[in-house]
C-alpha cells in the first residue's frame, strides 16, 4: 500500500503562486504521479501527470505554461509549482499515484491523497 500526503494549500490573490508537495510512503511503486483538482459541484479534473524518470509530463490546457509538475524519487515527492494564479483555479487539489504511464482520467490512478486547498481571490 502506498501512501500520500499533501502540502502547501493556501490562499492567494490572481497573479500569485504557491507550491504544493506530495510526499509517498508505504510499499509499493509509484511509476506516474499526477495532480487532480476539484472545484465545489465540480468533477475531479485533471491538472499534470510526470513519468517516473520526469522525462515525460503531461498538461491540462488550462494550466499549460502556468503551472510545473516535478517529482523526486530519492524524497518520493512530488511537487506542482503553480504561477499566474486565477480564480478560476480555486479547489481542492489531489495528488494521485499510478503504476501505468501517465494518464488523465481519474480512474486510471489507484492511490490518492486527502487532498489540499487552494484559493485564489480576485
Known amino acids: 500500500q502506498v501512501q500520500l500526503v499533501e502540502s502547501g494549500g493556501g490562499s492567494v490573490q490572481t497573479g500569485g503562486s504557491l507550491r504544493l508537495s506530495c510526499e509517498a510512503s508505504?510499499?509499493?511503486?509509484?511509476?506516474?504521479k499526477g495532480w487532480f483538482r476539484q472545484a465545489p459541484g465540480a468533477e475531479r479534473e485533471f491538472v499534470a501527470a510526470?513519468?517516473?524518470?520526469?522525462?515525460?509530463?503531461f498538461y491540462a490546457d488550462s494550466v499549460k505554461g502556468r503551472f510545473t509538475i516535478s517529482r523526486d524519487n530519492a524524497k518520493n515527492t512530488v511537487s506542482l509549482q503553480m504561477s499566474s494564479l486565477k480564480p478560476e483555479d480555486t479547489a481542492v487539489y489531489y495528488c494521485?499515484?499510478?503504476?501505468?504511464?501517465?494518464?488523465?482520467?481519474?480512474?486510471?490512478?489507484?492511490?490518492w491523497g486527502q487532498g489540499t486547498q487552494v484559493t485564489v481571490s480576485s
Open positions: 494521485a499515484g499510478s503504476e501505468r504511464a501517465p494518464g488523465n482520467r481519474p480512474y486510471e490512478y489507484r492511490y
Open positions: 508505504g510499499t509499493g511503486r509509484i511509476y506516474t
Open positions: 510526470i513519468s517516473w524518470s520526469g522525462a515525460n509530463t
